[in-house]
């Protein structure tokens, strides 16, 4: 949300001196102004690139397909074993010495279609936290876009006003030669053109690094070439609203990942208070003898219908419960704190576009005419 800001504030460094624009569109071939279509280009490729947004993605998908992998049935369970008769027991050709069966545990109470909905709901907050990756390296490849153009342009005038200062140095140091100046003049005015000379190749180092930085987040060679970056107009006027208020609760990335996290935190209370219902399974077993009597062996078959008994851990079920409904509980006023932090940053930045806008209009019509003026009558002395 802070991008705008930015950007109408470099578009005041950009407006700083009207000179120094007709210079470099003059003098620049390869030049870009940004724009949304070229951020879009830029964020494009990123999202194919970049190793964080891949990351993001890729859990998403991981998600995806754990959603899928949820099974309504339990792989059946197979038991086989023998049964050993003393001398006084039954007799074995008679009750079977073989014993095999199967067990199935039934899919009862909806705790399959729970099981799918966690999964689904924790897909949803993945995928929300995918594209809240993606707002966020969107946001920073325009933020560095912007300070690379405000770096270029920091450079150009930069580099006019060490010519400037070079010229005005050997014009004192001409005349302290015939004596029309004094010595302070002269230390003064070369005192000057160091530190400019010094400021500048600090100037050029940080529009280097802005470069560098363009180049990590779209996953390029840190070396890549870039054109000259060549600022926005000023931004219109951008007042505070409801509507704008409607707009940035609607599409504001960490909300969309706070309501669907509240989502996942109601799936699972539904499913903690349906597991305190019993499992129930049913089971087949036969009885064979191993000797065999002409008949393949076979003695007794027995049905089985088993249920576990959890009432002995009621109270465990109810924590666990409790647990999870304060998990929903916090992930609400989780999302209601973030919504008053949208409104207030919302606010903040309509306050502080307002306060850019009007600064980059004054350089534009007032500042930068005056120093052009008085930059005119210095050089004409």
């Known amino acids: 949300m802070k991008t705008f800001g930015i950007i109408l504030l470099a578009s005041a460094g950009l407006l700083d001196v009207r000179a120094a624009e007709d210079t470099a569109s003059a003098g620049t071939t390869n030049s870009v102004v940004i724009s949304t279509e070229y951020i879009d280009r830029l964020v494009a490729e990123a999202r194919t690139n970049n190793p964080a947004q891949l990351a993001a993605d890729s859990r998403a998908d991981a998600a995806a397909a754990n959603v899928e992998s949820i099974r309504s049935w339990d792989d059946p369970m197979f038991t086989i074993g023998g049964n050993v008769f003393g001398r006084q ?48 390296l969107r946001r920073d490849i325009a933020k560095t876009l912007i300070a690379a153009a405000l770096a270029r342009q920091v450079v150009d005038i930069g580099e006019q006003d060490l010519a400037w200062l070079g010229a005005t140095s050997k014009a004192v140091e001409s005349k302290y030669r015939s004596g029309q100046a004094d010595l302070a003049d002269t230390l003064q005015i070369q005192n000057a053109l160091a530190l400019r000379a010094d400021q500048l190749r600090t100037d050029k180092l940080e529009l280097t690094h802005d470069q560098f930085v363009l180049n990590r987040l779209l996953n390029r060679p840190h070396d890549s070439p870039w054109p000259s970056l060549q600022l926005p107009p000023v931004a219109p006027p951008v007042p505070y609203s409801a509507k704008l208020l409607a707009l940035a609760l609607a599409h504001e990335p960490n909300l969309k990942v706070m309501d669907q996290e509240v989502e996942q935190a109601k799936a699972n209370v539904e499913r903690t208070q349906r597991a305190r219902r019993p499992e129930v ?44 409904k304060k998990n929903e509980q916090s992930a609400e006023r989780e999302r209601e704190d973030q919504t008053l932090t949208v409104r207030e940053e919302l606010h903040h930045l309509t306050v502080d576009l307002d306060a850019r806008r009007r600064q980059a209009l004054l350089y534009k019509d007032e500042i930068s005419i005056r120093a052009a003026q008085a930059l005119s009558d210095r050089l004409t002395v």
């Open 89 to 136: 027991g039954f007799d074995a050709r008679q009750e079977g010495d073989l014993v095999y069966g199967l067990q199935e545990k039934l899919p009862l109470w909806g705790i399959p279609r729970l099981n799918r909905r966690v999964a689904a709901a924790e897909r949803s907050v993945r995928q929300a936290q995918g594209d809240a990756r993606f707002q966020q």
């Open 281 to 324: 399974s049913v089971g087949i077993q036969g009885y064979q003898y191993s000797g065999g009597a002409g008949d393949a062996g076979f003695r007794e078959g027995v049905f089985t219908l088993n249920f576990s008994l959890p009432w002995a851990n009621v109270g465990k079920y109810r924590k666990d419960y409790d647990r999870e």
